[in-house]
């Protein structure tokens, strides 16, 4: 796993690495990057399903109870079969036009 930390926003690319691997060493560097804004990024990943997403469901929740982002980086998945609470895109750049957007809502109180 490679982290890259970009101001207040950290992300995290997934290896070659099974998905379960990835989102355990996830976890378990929770305390890293907790007080950051979280991209995962999962492009490497050519194979998966939008099932295979709501495993991060729980570290997501964990993580936007601490008013941060947590946005998923896939080409894979067909983005209306993804849980509603999830958010994925399929570029680095969304995910970052993401962020600025659900931080310029925190700032104003939306």
């Known amino acids: 796993m490679i982290f890259d930390k970009q101001?207040?926003?950290t992300v995290a690319t997934q290896e070659a690495?099974?998905?379960a691997t990835f989102l355990k060493r996830l976890d378990e560097s929770y305390s890293k990057w907790k007080n950051n804004n979280l991209i995962v990024n999962l492009?490497?990943?050519n194979k998966i399903e939008?099932?295979?997403l709501l495993e991060f469901l729980p570290l997501?929740?964990?993580?936007t109870e601490g008013k941060n982002s947590f946005v998923i980086v896939s080409t894979a998945v067909k983005y209306e079969d993804v849980h509603d609470d999830l958010i994925v895109v399929?570029?680095?750049k969304e995910a970052f036009d993401i962020i600025e957007m659900d931080?310029?809502?925190r700032d104003l109180d939306i």
């Open 7 to 9: 101001g207040n926003t």
């Open 17 to 19: 690495v099974s998905l």
């Open 43 to 45: 492009l490497s990943i």
């Open 50 to 52: 939008a099932n295979d």
């Open 60 to 63: 997501r929740n964990k993580h």
């Open 90 to 92: 399929p570029t680095l």
């Open 103 to 105: 931080e310029i809502e």
